[in-house]
Antibody, heavy 123, light 106 residues
Framework: QVQLQESGPGLVKPSETLSLTCAVS?????????WGWIRQPPGKGLEWIGS???????YYNPSLQSRVTISVDTSKNHFSLNLTSVTAADTAVYYC????????????????WGQGTLVTVSS | DIQMTQSPSSLSASIGDRVTITCRAS??????LNWYQQKPGKAPKLLIY???HLQSGVPSRFSGSGSGTDFSLTISSLQPEDFATYYC?????????FGQGTKVEV
């Protein structure tokens, strides 16, 4: 059973950088699949932030692309999210998830999720 | 961006009811549609992938259908543990998008 665990500061000041790490256990990131970040503002819906492959190949939500960097450290079996120049609008629960690819039928989905971590942007 | 629109936004139902939630995409997404269940304070859980395929371990009372732009999630007989918010999500484009959610409540 793949397990994911987010970690990082729960409070970030406006204009600063939000940094989170997702530790993966019971599954090697190098085995394949993409790994993603999704966020959910309090009381609202889900927004995909971006995803990364173990090789470092990334793709991001264009609405956040100028501020987002996702990186992977296969030696530590974790991947990370950096979001710069945060504002109150970035206050959300941030989830990491495994983005798996099904061959038959062809499909990509988020099948394993971390428990989520609330990040509040406030001075 | 592909917009995903769910209806209704919320619904009231009783134990044993048959419940159907719909999801409409702003353009054809073939069958690249997934459904998730989220309970308060918890991460979303994958229920259905590729429009109609039941994720391992998910009860058979859940089913999905549709293709192109119109999809539905059906719970054949609502159980107490099914009261939750349900989200559809398209994986057709690399800009993955979710519906706004449907809250199923008593």
């Amino acid at each position: 059973q793949v397990q994911l665990q987010e970690s990082g500061p729960g409070l970030v000041k406006p204009s600063e950088t939000l940094s989170l790490t997702c530790a993966v256990s019971d599954f090697s990131i190098s085995s394949g699949d993409y790994w993603g970040w999704i966020r959910q503002p309090p009381g609202k819906g889900l927004e995909w932030i971006g995803s990364i492959y173990h090789s470092g190949n990334t793709y991001y939500n264009p609405s956040l692309q100028s501020r987002v960097t996702i990186s992977v450290d296969t030696s530590k079996n974790h991947f990370s999210l950096n979001l710069t120049s945060v504002t109150a609008a970035d206050t959300a629960v941030y989830y990491c998830a495994r983005q798996t690819t099904v061959v038959t039928p062809p499909n990509d989905n988020f099948d394993y999720w971390g428990q989520g971590t609330l990040v509040t942007v406030s001075s | 961006d592909i917009q995903m629109t769910q209806s209704p936004s919320s619904l009231s139902a009783s134990i044993g009811d048959r419940v159907t939630i719909t999801c409409r995409a702003s353009q054809s997404i073939r069958r690249d549609l997934n459904w998730y269940q989220q309970k308060p304070g918890k991460a979303p859980k994958l229920l259905i992938y590729a429009a109609s395929h039941l994720q391992s371990g998910v009860p058979s009372r859940f089913s999905g259908s549709g293709s192109g732009t119109d999809f539905s999630l059906t719970i054949s007989s609502l159980q107490p543990e099914d009261f939750a918010t349900y989200y559809c999500q398209q994986s057709y484009s690399t800009l993955w998008t979710f519906g706004q959610g449907t809250k199923v409540e008593v």
